[in-house]
């Protein structure tokens, strides 16, 4: 998956589990936050100080409004960046966003870092400029998800669905050159949604984190659904009702009348639609999901694959759309 999806299911889960987020990265921050009296989600206000701060194509993933307990009437603006791969000039990014939000609002700002990258070496959380008494220090709270793979145990343990996204990630990494090990993680991690004893709700959303997260070649997706499908009937817990999912069924389904291979093919484009929904949604917005009326129309399997593959990696739509013509 490329940066900026994963950075989009990363923006969904934090969305859904604010206080969870803080409490696992962030304990020191989230006992003097004032939960009861609410918090604003202000990305579309990002979004516009990163493009006037003429930085290019950038990803500056959440910024939060929140209280504080000590009775004060004041806020603060935490914004969140999720970084997974290297970049040189970080710091200074994390730096200038910083100052261009305090500059808008006027506003005490805590910049808070997420570090999903695969280099141990990578731990950038320091901004600094000297110039004889002249002295700039921006620092910031760092993360760094690779420091849990010594603590995996406690992951194990822990109801906090960020410990699951946190071994998903973790595994995602660790399975790259493995594609049976990682179709045994994908399952298990799956199974570990009911095991904890998650809502409906939680499942289905932590669920397509994973599977978004840790993706399958071809001829191991088939598999992974079978498995989960024979997991839930057997739990008679049937949650996971992704097009995917359904579309294997109704593909099996269709086997017994059209044949084995057709039906399972049926399955793969059903599948292979739903991400492709999903991926314009969480990439695009309603401007992406315009496009998917003339993308379900489509039958080749092929095409599809090579539509969900351009998500991933496109940076306007028009990279889309010259797919569709």
Known sequence: METTQKDSVWKEAIETYFEEFLDFFFPDIAKDIDLEKGYEFLDKELQKIVQDAALGKRWADLLIKVFLKDGSERWLLIHIEVQSYFEKDFAKR?????????????????????????????????????????KLEFKFPMAKLLDYREKCKELEKSKNPFALIVMSHLKELETKKDINKRLFWKVTLVKRLYEKGYRKEDILLLYKFIDWLITLPEELTSKFHEEIIRYEEEKKMPYITTAEKIGIKKGFEQ?????????????????????????????????????????????????????????????????????LS
Do not use: H, T
């Not at 314009?280 to 599809?304: C, M, N, P, R, T």
């Open 255 to 323: 086997g017994i009348k059209q044949g084995i291979q057709q039906g399972i093919q049926q399955g793969i484009r059903q599948g292979l639609l739903e991400a492709i929904e999903l991926g314009l949604k969480l990439k695009f917005g309603a401007k992406g999901l315009k496009l998917f009326s003339a993308i379900s129309k489509i039958e080749d399997v092929d095409k599809l694959r090579a539509i969900k593959e351009a998500i991933e990696v496109a940076e306007d739509l028009c990279d889309i759309e010259e797919l």
């Open 94 to 134: 994390m730096f200038v966003y910083n100052y261009r939000i305090f500059d808008r609002y006027n506003k005490d700002v805590v910049s808070l870092a997420i570090l999903a990258d695969s280099s141990p070496s990578f731990r950038p959380n320091k901004y600094k400029v000297k110039y004889w008494d002249f």
